[in-house]
DNA sequence: ACAAGGAGTTACCAAAAGGTGACGAGTCCC
DNA sequence: GGGACTCGTCACCTTTTGGTAACTCCTTGT
């Protein structure tokens, strides 16, 4: 699906702008996660059950590249840690996250009972 | 990416739920423009260059499944005409669209200028 | 010297999404 | 009968995405 690219003068659909930037199957995990506090590489695995060091460190590139979250790379004791937060561009997009997690969790009910 | 099926109980995130219906490269589109008045399929696929009658197809047709819109048929002269629009469930939907669209309009400055 | 621990990277593979082109079904008109 | 029109399907192919397993890099502790 839809990846971040600047292509596509098709149709000017606003939304999509927001959608591209957060598909990917952790992504809005991942930015869900860091609305509670920053996390650390190794957390965000723990956290997210079933995904791998690869690909969570693609989505974690492609959420940089994009400029909603950074990574702060930092030793302690001889062990790199690397913790990622929100930017200041990445909390504007806050909003409209909750505005879907208010949905999901309405509609949570119709989805699941299938 | 993603697409909508009732697995997953790794992590609980709302949003996950919402992201999963809107996924796909013309769904955003198409709820965008329904927005304005319901369509056609010839109507939708004329508005929506690039997209082929196939895909348009499985795109409405995921969107009817997941309860989103629905297709109404009717003849007219010889030719079925399918006029789609939100169900009820689907309209409950446009305030989170719009929050994405309204973040996609504030940061579409940003998105192009790379 | 070497294991340990966090954060990746690399090569390889499987599944999903998207795209193309041809074709069918129904009805109306010439 | 033979188009024309709209919606939609079928077989096939390419691209994108996600997943697995092995390996690197760096430093501190034994």
Redesign the interface.
Known sequence: ??SPR?D?K??H???????RV????WK??V???LRERPHHFGELKG????VSAKVLAEQLQQLERD?LIQGQAELRGGVSFVLYDYTR?GR??I??????????????A???G?
């Open positions: 699906m839809t600047p596509e098709l149709l659909c606003p939304a999509l702008v927001a959608t957060i598909a990917g199957k809005t995990r930015l869900w996660l956290r997210l059950p079933g400029g561009y504007t997009l909003p409209a996250l909750d505005a879907l997690g208010t949905w999901g969790l309405e509609h949570a119709w989805e699941t299938r």
